[in-house]
């Protein structure tokens, strides 16, 4: 069974800077697709950014040129740099990771609130 612990979460103003990190630890298959969600109260959870695993990115569009996905196979973990954070950015953050051959996990979340 494979886990993912996510970290970095927290309570910043507006303007400020977080940088969130999931680390996968288990019975780890091949890697391919590791990413982040968000979900706001009473808003579907939606794609923040992810990562293939020859490192090509996507980005939601409203956080383009803020955040900045990252990873180390090496130690299966997945990083999201946030930077000039907005109000609307507070949602509670999910890790993603797909398989290579069929499957995903999820982390349990982590709250990023933005004050104004």
């Known amino acids: 069974q494979v886990r993912l612990v996510e970290s970095g979460g927290g309570l910043v103003q507006a303007g400020g800077s977080l940088r969130l990190s999931c680390a996968a630890s288990?019975?780890?298959?091949?890697?391919?697709?590791m990413g982040w969600y968000r979900q706001a109260p009473g808003k579907e959870r939606e794609l923040v950014a992810s990562i293939t695993s020859g490192d090509s990115t996507t980005y939601a569009d409203s956080v383009k040129g803020r955040f900045a996905i990252s990873r180390d196979n090496a130690k299966n973990t997945v990083f999201l740099q946030m930077n000039s954070l907005k109000p609307e950015d507070t949602a509670v953050y999910y890790c993603k990771v797909a398989y290579v051959f069929s499957g995903v996990s999820w982390g349990q979340g982590i709250q990023v609130t933005v004050s104004s």
């Open positions: 288990g019975s780890i298959r091949r890697i391919n697709v």
